[in-house]
């Protein structure tokens, strides 16, 4: 059965940092791009990162290019978004996404941050 699970949201204050894995089961996990999306209250659900199979290529939206980094390790069939800097409009949840052909998503993981 395939599963994305992400973990690592939370609240966090302006300026802060979170590092969010998100744990793959159920497929060839090496062979799939991997990409990070949100979806903040009343908006549609954005692009934020991708990397490739082997991690030679990753891309980032703009609005958090910068503060990011977006990091997988085959062995551990896991993907990670290391998000610094945080931001108020950084608040939404947070999906891990699989691509291959189909299309895997996980169940999200809620960031909000907030003083």
């Known amino acids: 059965q395939v599963q994305l699970v992400e973990s690592g949201g939370g609240l966090v204050q302006p300026g802060g940092s979170l590092r969010l894995p998100c744990a793959a089961t159920?497929?060839?996990?090496?062979?799939?791009?991997m990409r990070w999306y949100r979806q903040a209250p009343g908006k549609e659900r954005e692009f934020v990162a991708g990397?490739?199979?082997?991690?030679?290529?990753?891309t980032y939206a703009d609005s958090v290019k910068g503060r990011s980094t977006i990091t997988r390790d085959n062995a551990k069939n896991t993907v990670y978004l290391q998000m610094n800097s945080l931001k108020p409009e950084d608040t939404a949840v947070y999906y891990c996404?699989?691509?291959?052909?189909?299309?895997?998503w996980g169940q999200g993981t809620q960031v909000t941050v907030s003083s």
């Open positions: 996404n699989a691509v291959r052909g189909n299309d895997y």
């Open positions: 159920g497929f060839t996990f090496n062979l799939y791009t």
């Open positions: 990397i490739s199979t082997g991690g030679r290529s990753i």
